[in-house]
């Protein structure tokens, strides 16, 4: 009577027993189909962590494409061109972000990265300049001028030569050329305007007015913000970012000059070598979607480059430039000059870059 008994229980746990195995190989394969298939490195700017694109679009995309994202960082334009051109460099990146378009006015870009047949260029606002070679994709920009404290200044200079008033001395913060796109930018700003030598006489009459140089823009506003400084060459965009960020925080006021503005702008390219070209050309696309168009303000402080993304209330309530005069300076003429250039700055200004 007994043997039905012991022999259903025998049956039970040799059942019971096939199963787990079979579990074990599922649960494994599903494990493995988790497993990103793919590794995309991007190199960028420092401020692309700290002010939080990581976090919202680079971590977005690799969960959507089901990638790994190998992200080197480095600490501002210059340490990062230098790097895309060391000769020591073994393998170059798939992707480049926060390519500044004064750095970028380069003629070795031919050299680094790949031409962007396939994208769309029509979705583009008309106020931004685009890569006439279609190598650099811009995914964000502001056009440079004064910010200044309005409870230390009522008004602020809206040209160059009021920025020389003696109201100003040991005021004006501004970005390094050496180290910065700002600050390249706003030396190309003077020479685009008053052309060589007119810009030389200009930054010797201001450089008394002139407290310091910063190693990268974050560094230069932090400074604005806590009053060290009460102007700064930057962004028409970054008052509306500290009032988005800080929400009570309107002291800070700004001016765009009447001679005409700077635009600077972040562009985003493929290295011509890279080992993952379509997937790099993904997340340019990516980058240039609405949703993460919308994080631009928040994350970057500057504007974002598709007309139909949306712009936070401070941010449309702006005031644009009426022109700006980025092709009065040609790559040809930067490239024959810049040497000069820099040459003349070091020789003028006796200064040290406040350390992060």
């Keep these: 009577m007994r043997r039905p008994v012991y022999f259903c229980i025998i049956i039970l746990f040799i059942l019971m027993a096939c199963g787990k195995p079979q579990e074990a190989a599922k649960s494994k394969a599903v494990a493995k189909q988790k497993v990103p298939q793919t590794q995309l490195c991007i190199w960028g700017?420092?401020?692309?962590?700290?002010?939080?694109?990581?976090?919202?679009?680079?971590?977005?995309?690799?969960?959507?494409?089901?990638?790994?994202?190998?992200?080197?960082?480095?600490?501002?334009?210059?340490?990062?061109?230098?790097?895309?051109?060391?000769?020591?460099?073994?393998?170059?990146?798939?992707?480049?972000?926060?390519?500044?378009?004064?750095?970028?006015?380069?003629?070795?870009?031919?050299?680094?990265?790949?031409?962007?047949?396939?994208?769309?260029?029509?979705?583009?606002?008309?106020?931004?300049?685009?890569?006439?070679?279609?190598?650099?994709?811009?995914?964000?920009?502001?056009?440079?001028?004064?910010?200044?404290?309005?409870?230390?200044?009522?008004?602020?200079?809206?040209?160059?030569?009021?920025?020389?008033?003696?109201?100003?001395?040991?005021?004006?913060?501004?970005?390094?050329?050496?180290?910065?796109?700002?600050?390249?930018?706003?030396?190309?700003?003077?020479?685009?305007?008053?052309?060589?030598?007119?810009?030389?006489?200009?930054?010797?009459?201001?450089?008394?007015?002139?407290?310091?140089?910063?190693?990268?823009y974050e560094t230069a506003v932090n400074a604005l913000t806590s009053g060290k400084i009460n102007l700064l060459i930057g962004y028409n965009s970054t008052t509306a970012w500290l009032e988005e960020t800080n929400k009570t925080d309107n002291r800070f006021k700004f001016n765009l000059f009447k001679e005409g503005s700077w635009q600077y702008s972040e562009s985003a390219a493929v290295c011509i070598d890279a080992a993952n070209p379509a997937l790099a050309t993904k997340f340019i696309s990516h980058l240039l979607e609405t949703k993460s168009q919308n994080l631009i303000p928040y994350k970057l402080g500057l504007f974002p480059t598709i007309s139909k993304a949306q712009l936070p209330l401070r941010f449309a309530r702006i005031p644009t430039s009426s022109f700006t005069v980025n092709k009065r300076l040609k790559q040809e003429t930067v490239t024959e000059n810049l040497p000069l250039w820099l040459e003349f700055w070091t020789q003028t200004f006796d200064y040290s870059v406040i350390a992060l």
């Design 45 to 216: 700017p420092m401020r692309l962590r700290t002010l939080g694109l990581e976090q919202t679009v680079i971590k977005d995309f690799a969960k959507s494409y089901n990638c790994e994202i190998d992200l080197v960082l480095f600490e501002n334009s210059a340490a990062l061109w230098d790097s895309l051109f060391s000769e020591k460099l073994i393998q170059k990146p798939d992707l480049v972000l926060g390519l500044d378009n004064a750095y970028s006015m380069d003629e070795r870009v031919k050299d680094v990265f790949v031409i962007q047949h396939s994208m769309n260029y029509s979705q583009f606002s008309r106020e931004v300049y685009l890569d006439p070679e279609k190598r650099l994709v811009p995914y964000a920009y502001a056009n440079l001028g004064v910010i200044y404290n309005s409870r230390v200044y009522k008004d602020s200079p809206s040209t160059f030569g009021e920025l020389q008033d003696a109201a100003y001395f040991r005021q004006v913060g501004i970005c390094d050329p050496f180290k910065t796109g700002e600050g390249r930018g706003s030396l190309y700003w003077t020479l685009a305007l008053f052309g060589d030598p007119g810009y030389t006489i200009l930054w010797q009459s201001i450089k008394k007015n002139i407290k310091t140089f910063y190693p990268d």
